[in-house]
Protein backbone atom coordinates (compact mmCIF):
# COMPACT_ATOMS: atom_id res chain seq x y z
CA UNK A 1 0.00 0.00 0.00
CA UNK A 2 2.09 2.90 -1.38
CA UNK A 3 1.69 7.12 -1.32
CA UNK A 4 0.15 6.46 -5.10
CA UNK A 5 -2.26 4.11 -3.69
CA UNK A 6 -3.74 5.57 -0.90
CA UNK A 7 -4.09 8.78 -2.73
CA UNK A 8 -5.97 6.56 -5.56
CA UNK A 9 -8.20 5.17 -2.84
CA UNK A 10 -9.12 8.67 -1.64
CA UNK A 11 -9.55 10.73 -5.07
CA UNK A 12 -12.37 7.80 -6.04
CA UNK A 13 -13.75 7.79 -2.30
CA UNK A 14 -14.04 11.62 -2.00
CA UNK A 15 -15.15 11.27 -6.06
CA UNK A 16 -18.17 9.39 -5.19
CA UNK A 17 -18.79 11.63 -2.44
CA UNK A 18 -19.29 14.21 -4.57
CA UNK A 19 -21.03 11.86 -7.15
CA UNK A 20 -23.89 10.70 -4.73
CA UNK A 21 -24.31 14.18 -3.10
CA UNK A 22 -25.02 15.46 -6.53
CA UNK A 23 -27.25 12.12 -7.45
CA UNK A 24 -29.61 12.75 -4.35
CA UNK A 25 -29.51 16.76 -3.89
CA UNK A 26 -32.26 16.66 -7.02
CA UNK A 27 -34.40 15.14 -5.60
CA UNK A 28 -33.84 17.16 -1.95
CA UNK A 29 -34.40 20.41 -3.73
CA UNK A 30 -36.31 19.33 -6.74
CA UNK A 31 -39.58 21.26 -5.19
CA UNK A 32 -37.99 24.21 -3.71
CA UNK A 33 -35.80 25.12 -7.02
CA UNK A 34 -39.45 24.94 -9.92
CA UNK A 35 -41.47 26.34 -7.14
CA UNK A 36 -38.72 29.24 -7.34
CA UNK A 37 -38.45 29.06 -11.06
CA UNK A 38 -41.91 29.80 -11.12
CA UNK A 39 -43.71 26.31 -11.49
CA UNK A 40 -46.72 24.95 -9.62
CA UNK A 41 -49.04 22.47 -9.06
CA UNK A 42 -49.20 19.53 -11.73
CA UNK A 43 -46.65 21.29 -14.21
CA UNK A 44 -44.25 21.43 -11.05
CA UNK A 45 -44.88 17.63 -11.13
CA UNK A 46 -44.10 17.07 -15.08
CA UNK A 47 -41.16 18.87 -15.29
CA UNK A 48 -39.77 16.83 -11.95
CA UNK A 49 -40.18 13.65 -13.71
CA UNK A 50 -38.64 15.20 -16.99
CA UNK A 51 -35.53 16.59 -15.35
CA UNK A 52 -35.00 13.42 -13.40
CA UNK A 53 -35.51 11.12 -16.74
CA UNK A 54 -32.94 13.39 -18.28
CA UNK A 55 -30.79 13.09 -15.61
CA UNK A 56 -30.74 8.65 -16.00
CA UNK A 57 -30.80 9.22 -19.55
CA UNK A 58 -27.39 11.43 -19.39
CA UNK A 59 -26.29 8.67 -16.76
CA UNK A 60 -27.06 5.62 -18.91
CA UNK A 61 -25.20 7.45 -22.31
CA UNK A 62 -22.57 8.56 -19.98
CA UNK A 63 -21.78 5.40 -18.64
CA UNK A 64 -21.21 3.84 -22.15
CA UNK A 65 -19.39 6.85 -23.35
CA UNK A 66 -16.89 6.82 -20.01
CA UNK A 67 -16.37 3.21 -19.91
CA UNK A 68 -15.32 3.18 -23.48
CA UNK A 69 -12.79 6.20 -22.75
CA UNK A 70 -11.36 4.62 -19.85
CA UNK A 71 -9.86 1.47 -21.99
CA UNK A 72 -9.05 3.97 -25.17
CA UNK A 73 -7.36 6.44 -22.82
CA UNK A 74 -6.75 5.40 -19.46
CA UNK A 75 -8.68 5.42 -15.59
CA UNK A 76 -7.45 8.32 -14.48
CA UNK A 77 -8.19 10.63 -16.80
CA UNK A 78 -11.44 9.65 -17.21
CA UNK A 79 -11.94 9.90 -13.45
CA UNK A 80 -10.99 13.49 -13.02
CA UNK A 81 -12.84 14.45 -16.46
CA UNK A 82 -15.96 13.04 -14.83
CA UNK A 83 -15.75 14.87 -12.00
CA UNK A 84 -15.24 17.96 -13.74
CA UNK A 85 -18.20 17.86 -15.96
CA UNK A 86 -20.49 16.93 -13.09
CA UNK A 87 -19.35 19.47 -10.65
CA UNK A 88 -19.31 22.58 -13.64
CA UNK A 89 -22.51 20.97 -14.10
CA UNK A 90 -23.68 21.62 -10.59
CA UNK A 91 -22.73 25.31 -11.07
CA UNK A 92 -24.22 25.84 -13.92
CA UNK A 93 -27.64 23.71 -12.25
CA UNK A 94 -27.46 26.77 -9.79
CA UNK A 95 -27.57 29.58 -12.61
CA UNK A 96 -30.48 28.59 -13.93
CA UNK A 97 -33.35 30.49 -14.57
CA UNK A 98 -35.98 28.76 -16.55
CA UNK A 99 -36.18 24.62 -16.34
CA UNK A 100 -34.93 24.32 -20.46
CA UNK A 101 -31.92 25.31 -18.90
CA UNK A 102 -32.04 23.07 -15.94
CA UNK A 103 -33.07 20.46 -18.09
CA UNK A 104 -29.95 20.76 -20.43
CA UNK A 105 -27.27 21.19 -16.86
CA UNK A 106 -29.22 18.06 -15.33
CA UNK A 107 -28.65 15.67 -18.58
CA UNK A 108 -25.55 16.57 -18.56
CA UNK A 109 -24.88 16.41 -15.10
CA UNK A 110 -25.84 12.69 -15.09
CA UNK A 111 -23.37 12.73 -17.95
CA UNK A 112 -21.07 13.27 -15.80
CA UNK A 113 -22.24 11.10 -12.63
CA UNK A 114 -22.02 7.95 -14.64
CA UNK A 115 -18.05 8.06 -15.29
CA UNK A 116 -17.16 8.29 -11.25
CA UNK A 117 -17.41 5.16 -9.51
CA UNK A 118 -16.64 3.00 -12.78
CA UNK A 119 -13.16 4.64 -13.66
CA UNK A 120 -12.60 4.66 -9.24
CA UNK A 121 -13.25 1.49 -9.03
CA UNK A 122 -11.61 0.04 -11.99
CA UNK A 123 -8.22 2.21 -11.05
CA UNK A 124 -8.33 0.84 -7.43
CA UNK A 125 -8.79 -2.63 -8.68
CA UNK A 126 -5.64 -2.47 -11.09
CA UNK A 127 -3.72 -0.72 -8.44
CA UNK A 128 -4.15 -2.58 -4.97
CA UNK A 129 -2.34 -6.08 -4.14
CA UNK A 130 -5.20 -8.64 -5.08
CA UNK A 131 -6.13 -9.81 -1.82
CA UNK A 132 -6.28 -6.23 -0.43
CA UNK A 133 -8.39 -4.92 -3.44
CA UNK A 134 -11.79 -5.36 -1.48
CA UNK A 135 -11.07 -3.17 1.35
CA UNK A 136 -10.31 0.01 -1.27
CA UNK A 137 -13.32 -0.50 -3.18
CA UNK A 138 -15.23 -1.17 0.35
CA UNK A 139 -14.00 1.76 1.23
CA UNK A 140 -15.03 3.91 -1.82
CA UNK A 141 -18.50 2.94 -1.38
CA UNK A 142 -18.65 3.00 2.54
CA UNK A 143 -17.86 6.37 2.91
CA UNK A 144 -19.08 7.76 -0.72
CA UNK A 145 -22.30 6.81 -0.10
CA UNK A 146 -22.76 9.19 2.79
CA UNK A 147 -22.50 12.07 0.58
CA UNK A 148 -26.38 11.60 0.23
CA UNK A 149 -26.61 12.06 3.84
CA UNK A 150 -24.77 15.29 3.95
CA UNK A 151 -26.82 16.42 0.57
CA UNK A 152 -29.88 16.21 2.70
CA UNK A 153 -28.77 18.31 5.40
CA UNK A 154 -27.35 20.61 2.90
CA UNK A 155 -30.59 20.93 0.85
CA UNK A 156 -32.05 21.51 3.95
CA UNK A 157 -29.88 24.22 5.37
CA UNK A 158 -29.08 26.45 2.13
CA UNK A 159 -30.95 27.69 -0.50
CA UNK A 160 -31.30 25.31 -3.39
CA UNK A 161 -28.76 27.34 -5.89
CA UNK A 162 -26.35 27.65 -2.90
CA UNK A 163 -26.40 23.73 -2.59
CA UNK A 164 -25.77 23.43 -6.63
CA UNK A 165 -22.70 25.76 -5.68
CA UNK A 166 -21.78 23.76 -2.93
CA UNK A 167 -21.28 20.40 -4.71
CA UNK A 168 -19.86 22.38 -7.94
CA UNK A 169 -17.22 23.56 -5.34
CA UNK A 170 -16.21 20.24 -3.82
CA UNK A 171 -16.18 18.65 -7.17
CA UNK A 172 -13.38 21.22 -8.05
CA UNK A 173 -11.30 21.17 -5.26
CA UNK A 174 -10.96 17.17 -6.00
CA UNK A 175 -8.90 18.19 -8.88
CA UNK A 176 -6.56 19.95 -6.65
CA UNK A 177 -5.37 16.17 -5.48
CA UNK A 178 -4.73 15.21 -9.17
CA UNK A 179 -0.92 15.24 -8.74
CA UNK A 180 0.44 12.39 -7.35
CA UNK A 181 -2.14 9.87 -8.62
CA UNK A 182 -0.70 7.40 -10.65
CA UNK A 183 -2.10 5.67 -13.90
CA UNK A 184 -2.69 1.79 -13.77
CA UNK A 185 0.62 -0.24 -14.28
CA UNK A 186 -1.77 -2.78 -16.23
CA UNK A 187 -3.88 -0.24 -18.44
CA UNK A 188 -0.02 1.61 -19.08
CA UNK A 189 1.59 -1.74 -19.94
CA UNK A 190 -1.74 -3.16 -22.36
CA UNK A 191 -1.86 0.14 -23.97
CA UNK A 192 2.13 0.02 -24.96
CA UNK A 193 1.69 -3.13 -26.44
CA UNK A 194 -1.36 -2.30 -28.60
CA UNK A 195 -2.31 -6.34 -29.49
CA UNK A 196 -6.17 -6.54 -28.59
CA UNK A 197 -8.36 -3.97 -29.10
CA UNK A 198 -9.10 -1.72 -26.17
CA UNK A 199 -12.65 -0.32 -25.46
CA UNK A 200 -14.68 -2.34 -27.76
CA UNK A 201 -17.94 -1.96 -26.30
CA UNK A 202 -19.46 -4.73 -28.92
CA UNK A 203 -16.97 -7.36 -27.93
CA UNK A 204 -19.17 -7.86 -25.19
CA UNK A 205 -21.79 -9.29 -27.61
CA UNK A 206 -19.32 -11.41 -29.34
CA UNK A 207 -19.50 -14.20 -27.20
CA UNK A 208 -22.16 -15.80 -25.11
CA UNK A 209 -20.38 -16.54 -21.95
CA UNK A 210 -18.74 -12.84 -21.73
CA UNK A 211 -22.43 -11.45 -22.28
CA UNK A 212 -23.72 -13.46 -19.74
CA UNK A 213 -21.25 -12.65 -17.33
CA UNK A 214 -22.19 -8.86 -18.24
CA UNK A 215 -25.99 -9.40 -18.11
CA UNK A 216 -25.60 -11.33 -14.70
CA UNK A 217 -23.64 -9.04 -12.63
CA UNK A 218 -26.88 -6.47 -14.26
CA UNK A 219 -29.23 -8.37 -13.21
CA UNK A 220 -27.98 -9.01 -9.62
CA UNK A 221 -27.95 -5.58 -8.49
CA UNK A 222 -31.12 -4.59 -9.78
CA UNK A 223 -32.75 -4.71 -6.34
CA UNK A 224 -30.68 -2.13 -4.92
CA UNK A 225 -32.77 0.28 -6.93
CA UNK A 226 -35.96 -1.15 -6.84
CA UNK A 227 -35.19 -0.56 -2.55
CA UNK A 228 -34.11 2.91 -3.03
CA UNK A 229 -36.17 4.32 -5.73
CA UNK A 230 -39.93 2.21 -5.48
CA UNK A 231 -39.76 0.91 -1.70
CA UNK A 232 -38.16 3.99 -0.36
CA UNK A 233 -39.18 7.07 -2.57
CA UNK A 234 -42.38 6.14 -2.23
CA UNK A 235 -42.41 5.56 0.97
CA UNK A 236 -45.21 8.42 1.85
CA UNK A 237 -47.75 6.88 -1.19
CA UNK A 238 -46.95 3.51 -0.04
CA UNK A 239 -47.96 4.41 3.90
CA UNK A 240 -50.66 7.12 2.59
CA UNK A 241 -53.59 4.58 3.53
CA UNK A 242 -51.91 3.62 6.66
CA UNK A 243 -52.44 6.94 7.90
CA UNK A 244 -48.42 7.26 8.73
CA UNK A 245 -46.87 10.63 7.56
CA UNK A 246 -44.07 9.81 6.12
CA UNK A 247 -41.40 11.97 4.53
CA UNK A 248 -39.29 11.00 1.95
CA UNK A 249 -35.90 12.57 2.81
CA UNK A 250 -36.36 11.03 5.65
CA UNK A 251 -36.42 8.19 4.57
CA UNK A 252 -33.90 8.07 1.79
CA UNK A 253 -31.49 9.19 4.83
CA UNK A 254 -32.22 6.42 6.67
CA UNK A 255 -31.79 4.19 3.56
CA UNK A 256 -28.49 5.76 2.85
CA UNK A 257 -27.31 5.52 6.08
CA UNK A 258 -27.96 1.59 6.35
CA UNK A 259 -26.39 1.46 2.34
CA UNK A 260 -23.39 2.72 3.96
CA UNK A 261 -23.32 0.61 6.44
CA UNK A 262 -24.07 -2.63 5.11
CA UNK A 263 -21.46 -1.73 1.90
CA UNK A 264 -18.85 -2.06 4.93
CA UNK A 265 -20.23 -4.72 6.63
CA UNK A 266 -20.60 -7.15 3.36
CA UNK A 267 -16.83 -5.72 2.19
CA UNK A 268 -15.79 -7.15 5.27
CA UNK A 269 -17.81 -10.27 4.83
CA UNK A 270 -16.06 -10.78 1.47
CA UNK A 271 -12.52 -10.53 2.99
CA UNK A 272 -13.20 -12.44 6.03
CA UNK A 273 -14.50 -15.52 3.72
CA UNK A 274 -12.27 -14.79 0.72
CA UNK A 275 -15.41 -14.48 -1.84
CA UNK A 276 -17.47 -12.04 -3.74
CA UNK A 277 -20.67 -14.18 -4.26
CA UNK A 278 -20.94 -15.08 -0.31
CA UNK A 279 -21.80 -11.74 0.55
CA UNK A 280 -24.11 -10.74 -2.75
CA UNK A 281 -26.50 -14.09 -2.19
CA UNK A 282 -26.73 -13.82 1.67
CA UNK A 283 -27.47 -9.78 1.51
CA UNK A 284 -29.91 -10.33 -1.38
CA UNK A 285 -31.93 -13.36 0.53
CA UNK A 286 -32.22 -10.55 3.90
CA UNK A 287 -32.87 -7.94 1.71
CA UNK A 288 -35.86 -10.05 -0.05
CA UNK A 289 -37.12 -11.07 3.56
CA UNK A 290 -37.24 -7.20 4.53
CA UNK A 291 -39.00 -6.49 2.16
CA UNK A 292 -42.13 -8.63 2.04
CA UNK A 293 -42.30 -7.61 5.84
CA UNK A 294 -41.81 -3.77 4.66
CA UNK A 295 -44.91 -4.53 2.00
CA UNK A 296 -47.01 -6.55 4.09
CA UNK A 297 -46.16 -5.97 8.06
CA UNK A 298 -48.58 -3.35 9.86
CA UNK A 299 -46.81 -0.24 11.12
CA UNK A 300 -47.82 1.85 13.84
CA UNK A 301 -45.49 4.63 13.81
CA UNK A 302 -43.49 6.53 11.35
CA UNK A 303 -40.13 5.46 13.24
CA UNK A 304 -40.78 1.46 12.47
CA UNK A 305 -40.74 2.52 8.92
CA UNK A 306 -37.79 4.72 9.26
CA UNK A 307 -36.39 1.79 11.07
CA UNK A 308 -37.30 -0.78 8.23
CA UNK A 309 -35.95 1.56 5.88
CA UNK A 310 -32.28 1.77 7.62
CA UNK A 311 -32.23 -2.29 7.61
CA UNK A 312 -33.65 -2.36 3.67
CA UNK A 313 -31.12 0.30 3.08
CA UNK A 314 -28.05 -1.94 4.85
CA UNK A 315 -29.29 -5.60 3.34
CA UNK A 316 -29.16 -3.51 -0.25
CA UNK A 317 -25.45 -2.51 0.60
CA UNK A 318 -23.55 -5.14 -1.78
CA UNK A 319 -22.87 -2.20 -4.23
CA UNK A 320 -19.47 -1.87 -3.75
CA UNK A 321 -18.57 -5.70 -3.82
CA UNK A 322 -20.96 -6.71 -6.84
CA UNK A 323 -18.97 -3.46 -8.86
CA UNK A 324 -15.84 -4.70 -7.75
CA UNK A 325 -16.66 -8.58 -9.00
CA UNK A 326 -17.97 -7.19 -12.63
CA UNK A 327 -14.35 -5.35 -12.19
CA UNK A 328 -12.75 -8.08 -11.57
CA UNK A 329 -14.60 -10.64 -14.38
CA UNK A 330 -13.24 -9.20 -17.45
CA UNK A 331 -10.27 -8.36 -18.92
CA UNK A 332 -8.02 -5.16 -18.63
CA UNK A 333 -9.08 -4.04 -22.30
CA UNK A 334 -12.61 -4.18 -21.33
CA UNK A 335 -12.49 -3.44 -17.52
CA UNK A 336 -13.69 -0.10 -17.42
CA UNK A 337 -15.93 -0.02 -19.85
CA UNK A 338 -17.93 -2.95 -18.06
CA UNK A 339 -17.35 -1.47 -14.25
CA UNK A 340 -18.61 2.29 -15.54
CA UNK A 341 -21.58 0.98 -17.51
CA UNK A 342 -22.61 -2.13 -15.12
CA UNK A 343 -23.95 0.50 -12.20
CA UNK A 344 -25.52 2.60 -14.67
CA UNK A 345 -27.45 0.01 -16.37
CA UNK A 346 -28.56 -0.99 -12.54
CA UNK A 347 -29.76 2.81 -11.99
CA UNK A 348 -31.53 2.75 -15.15
CA UNK A 349 -33.26 -1.02 -14.38
CA UNK A 350 -35.65 1.47 -12.25
CA UNK A 351 -37.71 2.67 -14.91
CA UNK A 352 -38.10 -1.14 -16.05
CA UNK A 353 -38.96 -1.63 -11.84
CA UNK A 354 -41.09 1.02 -11.93
CA UNK A 355 -43.48 0.31 -15.27
CA UNK A 356 -43.80 -3.31 -13.80
CA UNK A 357 -45.31 -1.92 -10.32
CA UNK A 358 -47.74 0.18 -12.34
CA UNK A 359 -48.68 -2.51 -14.15
CA UNK A 360 -49.43 -4.55 -10.92
CA UNK A 361 -51.56 -1.02 -9.81
CA UNK A 362 -54.71 -2.71 -11.89
CA UNK A 363 -55.05 -5.32 -9.58
CA UNK A 364 -53.74 -4.88 -6.54
CA UNK A 365 -52.97 -2.07 -4.03
CA UNK A 366 -49.41 0.23 -3.94
CA UNK A 367 -47.83 -2.19 -1.55
CA UNK A 368 -49.20 -5.31 -3.16
CA UNK A 369 -47.96 -4.53 -6.43
CA UNK A 370 -44.70 -3.45 -4.39
CA UNK A 371 -44.67 -6.97 -3.62
CA UNK A 372 -45.31 -8.76 -6.35
CA UNK A 373 -42.37 -6.73 -8.43
CA UNK A 374 -40.07 -7.04 -5.82
CA UNK A 375 -40.61 -11.10 -5.74
CA UNK A 376 -39.95 -11.17 -9.59
CA UNK A 377 -36.89 -8.83 -9.51
CA UNK A 378 -34.86 -10.48 -6.44
CA UNK A 379 -35.84 -14.11 -8.01
CA UNK A 380 -34.37 -13.25 -11.11
CA UNK A 381 -30.93 -11.40 -8.92
CA UNK A 382 -30.70 -14.44 -6.72
CA UNK A 383 -30.86 -16.93 -9.97
CA UNK A 384 -28.09 -14.22 -11.54
CA UNK A 385 -25.72 -13.67 -8.77
CA UNK A 386 -25.47 -17.90 -8.10
CA UNK A 387 -24.25 -17.93 -12.14
CA UNK A 388 -21.27 -15.41 -11.11
CA UNK A 389 -18.04 -16.87 -10.96
CA UNK A 390 -16.20 -16.35 -7.80
CA UNK A 391 -13.50 -13.54 -8.40
CA UNK A 392 -11.92 -13.16 -5.00
CA UNK A 393 -8.14 -12.60 -5.16
CA UNK A 394 -7.75 -13.55 -8.87
CA UNK A 395 -5.16 -12.16 -11.18
CA UNK A 396 -6.15 -9.13 -13.24
CA UNK A 397 -3.37 -9.00 -15.72
CA UNK A 398 -5.44 -10.90 -18.73
CA UNK A 399 -7.41 -9.78 -21.71
CA UNK A 400 -10.80 -10.41 -23.76
CA UNK A 401 -9.83 -11.93 -26.76
CA UNK A 402 -12.24 -13.10 -29.68
Known amino acids: MTRKVWLAVIVATLGYFVDIYDLILFSVVREASLTDLGYAGAEKLRYGVLLINLQMIGMLIGGLIWGVLADKRGRLSILFGSIL ?66 ASLVGDLFPWRYAYFIGGGMGLLLLLLRIGVGESGLFESLRQHGEVPMGDFFQ ?82 VSLLLSVVYNLMTFSSVEMVYGLALLLGMFSG ?47 SLRGSALFTGLILYGVALWSASRLRETFGVSLDFTERD
Open 204 to 285: IFRRRERLARYVYAVLAGVPIWYVIGILITFAPDLFKEAGLPVRAGRAVMYAYIGLSIGDLLAGILSQVTRSRKKPVLLWLS
Open 85 to 150: TYSLANIFNGLVESVYGYAIWRFIAGIGLAGELGAGVTLVAEIMPPHLRGWGTTLIATLGILGAVV
Open 318 to 364: YWAVLITSSAEQFGTNLRATVATSVPNWIRGSLVLSTFLWEGFQGYL
